[in-house]
């Protein structure tokens, strides 16, 4: 089975620079560049509590099974 990628190679190493740096990667979603920002949110913090408070019910943490390659139920 294939391995899932969720990061892709944006820009290549530079060891002949100085100083070096190895490759830059990317989430997938990002790879053209960041979205922009939505109003309000200016921290990770922002984000998170944004989230509990339109989702106060749901479960914070958890995995998502991929059977045969295909999403399946998150636990």
């Known amino acids: 089975m294939a391995q899932k990628r969720y990061i892709v190679e944006v820009e290549k190493a530079k060891e002949a620079a100085t100083p070096s740096f190895g490759p830059v990667y990317r989430s997938l979603f990002a790879k053209d560049g960041f979205p922009p920002l939505i109003e309000g949110l200016h921290s990770c913090w922002d984000v998170f509590h944004l989230s509990v408070e339109k989702n106060p019910k749901q479960p914070m943490l958890g995995r998502q099974e991929f059977i045969d390659g295909k ?5």
């Open 71 to 75: 999403a399946g139920k998150y636990k």
